[in-house]
């Protein structure tokens, strides 16, 4: 029997075309497989993109079908793929370096190597209406400082592009709506009657000629050491005049500098930067005080040379960095709080009243493109409450005859305090508020104790308004101060303050606060 004749040799291309389709194979199952062994080796990928990384997804039997849980997975696992940032950091050098454009929407290509934020330049137009009533703002917050016996001090720092429009390049025509917003600021500002305003776009604008260096960064948003310290000669003028000296505004060595603009579009581009800082014979201590919610308090003092004589809190956003390492040598005592992104004035800050109590002054530093939303929330409603004790005020008795059992409310003589029952929505109907200063404002300051997140509301009986217009304020747990802006005389009815449905809302003191008018200097 002869032996059965071999299969016939499989033909070259064949076996080629079948190696290749396990060479394909096997290259995918090793691109799958390195992230994870990588992972479980240490290697990390870098963070290249000015965002947090995508959460751990929350897996549940429930979920199996859901697609969002698989976008979760996918979001998570591509954003700690080992080289990833390499990938990323090589498409963003071939966008800026080969085609000239920026890798990230939120920044702009000038000419000469300057980089803008687009919502500087490309800002919306604003109403004029919106841009008076932050004027108004403004003006209260004065007189609301002046009336305490302080001084309020504003400071805007103007948009990059404001001072250095010619490296704007292709986008130079693009400011339209920037520019009208900021004539109109400037047009409006004056009518606040504040002495301690500064017109910083002025005062940059002039220093900009003779200035020995650059006032901005050119990859990065802020201003440079040397422009802050033009904004600080100007407050310091403001206040003690001719205390400013200018043979103690020192350069020191040139430093390497990373701008928060490059780190927005993910390469590691830098400049050199002069370093300008003020050296006097005498150096402020330093020391800093946690405030809760990633905010501290730095709180510096001088002594042995001359200084303002005064007591300075400044609130400010990531440009009052440079400037108030040039303010602290020239002040007694100087208490710094940086805002965390776009966060208004005083809004949520229990810790302001202290502080705002032993201070002289006050200096709000904000950036141009954030200085609409920063005076919104009701800021000079925030330095009432923070000052209502030494603010023109008087108090209304909490007294039996304010409430009764159709309210809601109980009379507490031990405690000399009005609680809320449950039985109804609480009130305390306010029968001897006065007319008010003429020409001033008036606040109602109620201070309370709550069981839990409730909300009180001021109204009036008579008024046409629906209550939902009515001035409000919701109150966490616990101790908490309520301030309302009350009503003029003019309008009808008696006002009453509403305490939400609930049993045991304490209030425990009633302050009607008047603000004369005038201006604030």
Not at 31 to 43: D, E, K, N, Q
Not at 236 to 254: D, I, K, T, Y
Not at 490 to 495: K, N, Q, S, V
Request: hydrophobic share 45%; glycine share 12%.
């Amino acid at each position: 029997m002869t032996d059965p004749l071999p299969p016939p040799a499989m033909p070259p291309p064949a076996r080629r075309a079948r190696l290749g389709r396990w060479a394909i194979v096997g290259w995918f199952a090793a691109l799958l497989a390195l992230p994870p062994v990588l992972l479980a080796a240490g290697v990390r990928p870098g963070r290249v993109e000015n965002r947090p990384l995508a959460p751990a997804p929350r897996p549940a039997a429930g979920r199996l079908l859901d697609t969002a849980l698989y976008a979760e997975i996918s979001a998570w696992f591509t954003d700690r793929l080992p080289g990833r940032d390499r990938v990323i950091a090589a498409d963003a050098w071939m966008d800026f370096h080969l085609l000239g454009e920026s890798p990230d929407a939120q920044v702009l290509v000038g000419g000469d190597g300057w980089l803008y934020f687009r919502e500087g330049v490309q800002a919306d137009c604003v109403d004029e209406e919106v841009i008076r009533a932050a004027v108004d703002e403004v003006g209260l917050a004065g007189r609301v400082l002046a009336a305490a016996g302080k001084e309020l001090v504003l400071v805007v720092a103007p948009n990059k592009e404001a001072i250095y429009p010619e490296h704007l390049g292709g986008h130079s025509g693009e400011t339209g709506c920037a520019d009208a917003n900021r004539a109109a600021w400037r047009a409006l500002i004056p009518t606040a009657g504040l002495a301690g305003y500064l017109d910083t776009w002025g005062i940059l604008s002039e220093a900009k000629a003779t200035a020995p260096g650059l006032l901005y960064h050119r990859l990065d948003t802020h201003w440079t050491s040397l422009g802050s310290g033009v904004v600080a000669e100007a407050i310091l003028e403001n206040l003690a005049p001719g205390l400013w000296e200018p043979e103690a505004f020192v350069l020191g060595e040139s430093e390497e500098r990373r701008g928060d603009l490059s780190g927005l579009i993910g390469l590691p581009l830098s400049e050199m930067a002069d370093y300008w800082a003020v050296r006097r014979e005498a150096a402020p201590a330093t020391s800093s005080e946690p405030l809760g919610g990633g905010v501290k308090a730095v709180i510096s003092t001088v002594a042995g040379i001359p200084t303002t004589g005064s007591r300075g809190l400044v609130l400010h956003d990531s440009t009052g960095r440079a400037l108030v390492r040039h303010l602290r040598p020239y002040f007694d005592s100087l208490t710094t709080v940086r805002f965390p992104g776009n966060t208004a004035f005083g809004g949520g800050t229990p810790w302001l009243a202290p502080r705002l109590q032993s201070a002289d002054v006050l200096v709000l530093v904000s950036v141009e493109r954030a200085l609409l939303s920063r005076l919104t929330g009701d800021f000079p409603a925030a330095l009432v409450g923070a000052l209502a004790e030494v603010l023109p005020h008087r108090e209304i008795l909490l007294e039996s005859s304010l409430t009764g059992p159709s309210f809601g409310t109980r009379w507490e003589e031990a405690g000399g305090e009005v609680v809320t029952t449950g039985e109804s929505r609480g009130a305390i109907v306010l029968s001897d508020l006065g007319a008010g200063p003429p020409g001033g404002v008036r606040y109602l300051v109620v201070d309370v104790v709550a069981p839990r997140r409730t909300e009180v509301r001021l109204t009036r009986s008579a008024s046409g308004a629906p209550e939902a217009e009515a001035p409000s304020q919701v109150v966490a747990q616990g101790e908490a101060r309520v301030v309302l802006p009350l009503p003029g005389s003019a309008d009808p009815g008696m006002p009453a303050l509403r305490l939400g449905a609930g049993e045991g809302l304490r209030v425990k003191r009633i302050l009607v606060v008047e603000i004369p008018a005038g201006g604030a200097g």
